[in-house]
């Protein structure tokens, strides 16, 4: 049984960081791509990040590129989200994905999820 938990999340003010982490079991965590994602109340979830197993390239939204950084422990089955600078608009559900073969940004197509954690941004 595959499960992925993420953790790190919290309320911040504007301008700090915060890591969340998403511990995954029940796979091969170092065949799988991951992603992270984030939905804010009243909006679609959408893309932030994600890292493909092979060669470990990394893909951005362009809203947080240059102040979000994915990261992965294959030894820890863990993946991260380093997020620096954080804004109001940062607030949201963060959710981590876990696919075999997809890397991008369409949430549908990833196979496993996380429950999320809740990053609240205050200005």
């Known amino acids: 049984q595959v499960q992925l938990v993420e953790s790190g999340g919290g309320l911040v003010q504007a301008g700090d960081s915060l890591r969340l982490s998403c511990a995954a079991s029940g796979l091969t965590f170092s065949n799988y791509n991951l992603g992270w994602f984030r939905q804010a109340p009243g909006k679609e979830r959408e893309f932030v990040a994600s890292?493909?197993?092979?060669?470990?390239?990394?893909y951005y939204a362009n809203s947080v590129k240059g102040r979000f950084t994915i990261s992965r422990d294959n030894a820890k089955n863990t993946v991260y989200l380093q997020m620096n600078s954080l804004k109001p608009e940062d607030t949201a559900v963060y959710y981590c994905?876990?696919?075999?073969?997809?890397?991008?940004?369409?949430?549908?197509?990833?196979?496993?999820w996380g429950q999320g954690t809740q990053v609240t941004v205050s200005s």
């Open positions: 994905a876990a696919d075999w073969h997809y890397s991008g940004s369409v949430d549908n197509d990833y196979k496993y």
């Open positions: 890292i493909r197993w092979i060669g470990g390239s990394t």
